[in-house]
């Protein structure tokens, strides 16, 4: 397969651009440029350098969204004015959080210049975030984009066939590497999941129980790498409660040319499930939140799960957590914990398995989630997560995962009880016998 134009853009490239630059000029009513500066300025404030709690990201591309294809003038201009009161609502929700961001003064005052240039009032009708692009991919996808931008396509002509690998991240978290690994992690802080020639996924992991080491995703940040004529760099960021269906820059494709019809994002539950498909690299993304968390999913030819050099560093999917960072699986599958009182345990089993009832390594991390933190949530996120193994997973033979296939390091586990077995009473008498012998021969 083609090598993509790589382009491994940080967060601190994406945000060299001067905030203020943008706006010199914006004060001069009627000037036409003043909405496409505002476009510019947007797309710089979307970009991943805001912080988890304020929430401008979600407004910035709520704006594009409503306002993409827009043209000034005639009844268009009441357009405007509905997405820039609805901008403004936005940036209101969140101005307590936003306190001292930069970024979103910035937005706040061109909103307010916008709104004089094209004389909308405060008072009025707002326009909420856009529909969502139909899930469908007969609705999406047409045959006019070249063979190349279609993975499945493009083997078929070589006479191949693409084998697929899955990996997952869910709860506290728990971890599926692409090669059907299981292991419970602590990775807390900001860990690459997947780091190849064509995608970048990235994971944030905050604390969940202050007096443990169990940490639980926050922030997914996803990048899709250029490639050839069919997709454009795109970026999508999902955050505790904000998963929105679009990229950072507010589009929900790969751009132009043949990028809507090789890479899109699809909205599958407002604000608790979105799909990616990467259409030109065969490739499926799940995010999903579950309470105050996120689940990853992910489906993957194995050829382009390959596509990276030595140099790319670690991958969380590819070779699992670090020893030093992989947890105690001693109070999973009934060995119990001297912490945990025996009704715990079963109180716990019990709730997991009105949702999971077989008792695989899901199960068992759903019991051990509930353990730790007490949050019913993480039900949920292993639930889901199985439900991704389902559909993602090309070998229904390994849905389900009963036995840890990596072992911990010394210190991170409980030493289980050495059994002793007694020797049969038969043997204890010849061994006396031949002590006894000894001193005669």
């Given at each position: 397969?083609?090598?993509?134009?790589?382009?491994?853009?940080?967060?601190?490239?994406?945000?060299?651009?001067?905030?203020?630059?943008?706006?010199?000029?914006?004060?001069?009513?009627?000037?036409?440029?003043?909405?496409?500066?505002?476009?510019?300025?947007?797309?710089?404030?979307?970009?991943?350098?805001?912080?988890?709690?304020?929430?401008?990201?979600?407004?910035?591309?709520?704006?594009?969204?409503?306002?993409?294809?827009?043209?000034?003038?005639?009844?268009?201009?009441?357009?405007?004015?509905?997405?820039?009161?609805?901008?403004?609502?936005?940036?209101?929700?969140?101005?307590?959080?936003?306190?001292?961001?930069?970024?979103?003064?910035?937005?706040?005052?061109?909103?307010?210049?916008?709104?004089?240039?094209?004389?909308?009032?405060?008072?009025?009708?707002?326009?909420?975030?856009?529909?969502?692009?139909?899930?469908?991919?007969?609705?999406?996808?047409?045959?006019?984009?070249?063979?190349?931008?279609?993975?499945?396509?493009?083997?078929?002509?070589?006479?191949?066939?693409?084998?697929?690998?899955?990996?997952?991240?869910?709860?506290?978290?728990?971890?599926?590497?692409?090669?059907?690994?299981?292991?419970?992690?602590?990775?807390?802080?900001?860990?690459?999941?997947?780091?190849?020639?064509?995608?970048?996924?990235q994971v944030t992991n905050v604390a969940v129980v202050h007096s443990s080491s169990a940490t639980a995703a926050s922030k997914i940040t996803?990048?899709?790498?250029?490639?050839?004529?069919?997709?454009?760099?795109?970026?999508?960021?999902?955050?505790?409660?904000?998963?929105?269906?679009?990229?950072?820059?507010?589009?929900?494709?790969?751009?132009?040319?043949?990028?809507?019809?090789?890479?899109?994002?699809?909205?599958?539950?407002?604000?608790?499930?979105?799909?990616?498909?990467?259409?030109?690299?065969?490739?499926?993304?799940?995010?999903?939140?579950?309470?105050?968390?996120?689940?990853?999913?992910?489906?993957?030819?194995?050829?382009?799960?390959?596509?990276?050099?030595?140099?790319?560093?670690?991958?969380?999917?590819?070779?699992?957590?670090?020893?030093?960072?992989?947890?105690?699986?001693?109070?999973?599958?009934?060995?119990?914990?001297?912490?945990?009182?025996?009704?715990?345990?079963?109180?716990?089993?019990?709730?997991?398995?009105?949702?999971?009832?077989?008792?695989?390594?899901?199960?068992?991390?759903?019991?051990?989630?509930?353990?730790?933190?007490?949050?019913?949530?993480?039900?949920?996120?292993?639930?889901?997560?199985?439900?991704?193994?389902?559909?993602?997973?090309?070998?229904?033979?390994?849905?389900?995962?009963?036995?840890?296939?990596?072992?911990?390091?010394?210190?991170?586990?409980?030493?289980?009880?050495?059994?002793?077995?007694?020797?049969?009473?038969?043997?204890?008498?010849?061994?006396c016998w031949i002590c006894c012998s000894l001193p005669h021969l």
């Open positions: 397969m083609p090598q993509p134009r790589v382009s491994r853009v940080g967060e601190s490239d994406l945000c060299a651009t001067p905030v203020w630059a943008g706006w010199m000029g914006m004060g001069r009513r009627d000037d036409p440029s003043g909405h496409r500066i505002l476009q510019i300025l947007t797309i710089v404030l979307c970009l991943p350098a805001v912080s988890c709690q304020c929430r401008i990201l979600k407004c910035n591309s709520e704006y594009l969204s409503a306002t993409s294809g827009l043209h000034q003038g005639g009844e268009e201009s009441v357009e405007f004015c509905v997405a820039l009161r609805a901008y403004s609502q936005c940036t209101r929700r969140t101005a307590r959080a936003c306190r001292g961001d930069l970024a979103y003064h910035s937005a706040v005052h061109g909103i307010e210049d916008l709104m004089s240039q094209h004389n909308c009032s405060k008072v009025g009708p707002t326009h909420g975030p856009a529909p969502a692009q139909p899930t469908s991919p007969d609705c999406m996808v047409h045959s006019d984009a070249p063979e190349t931008c279609n993975y499945e396509k493009s083997l078929a002509q070589q006479g191949r066939q693409a084998n697929y690998t899955h990996c997952g991240l869910f709860g506290d978290p728990h971890l599926r590497t692409f090669s059907d690994d299981f292991q419970t992690c602590k990775v807390r802080g900001a860990w690459p999941l997947i780091d190849n020639s064509y995608l970048f996924v996803i990048i899709f790498k250029s490639f050839q004529e069919c997709v454009e760099q795109k970026v999508y960021q999902a955050e505790t409660d904000d998963l929105p269906a679009a990229f950072v820059d507010g589009s929900r494709n790969g751009g132009d040319k043949h990028g809507a019809n090789s890479l899109w994002v699809a909205e599958k539950s407002g604000g608790q499930h979105i799909e990616i498909q990467a259409r030109y690299i065969g490739t499926t993304v799940v995010v999903r939140q579950a309470g105050r968390y996120l689940t990853f999913a992910i489906r993957m030819p194995e050829e382009i799960m390959n596509s990276f050099e030595e140099n790319q560093g670690l991958q969380l999917c590819l070779r699992g957590c670090p020893t030093n960072e992989r947890m105690d699986w001693a109070l999973l599958q009934g060995r119990g914990h001297q912490d945990v009182p025996a009704h715990r345990s079963a109180a716990a089993a019990a709730k997991c398995k009105d949702k999971l009832p077989v008792e695989d390594l899901y199960f068992w991390s759903c019991v051990f989630d509930l353990l730790t933190t007490g949050d019913m949530n993480f039900t949920l996120a292993a639930y889901y997560a199985l439900e991704d193994v389902k559909t993602l997973h090309s070998n229904k033979d390994k849905f389900h995962i009963y036995h840890r296939t990596a072992d911990l390091p010394p210190g991170n586990s409980c030493p289980e009880a050495t059994v002793r077995h007694p020797l049969p009473f038969a043997l204890l008498l010849l061994l």
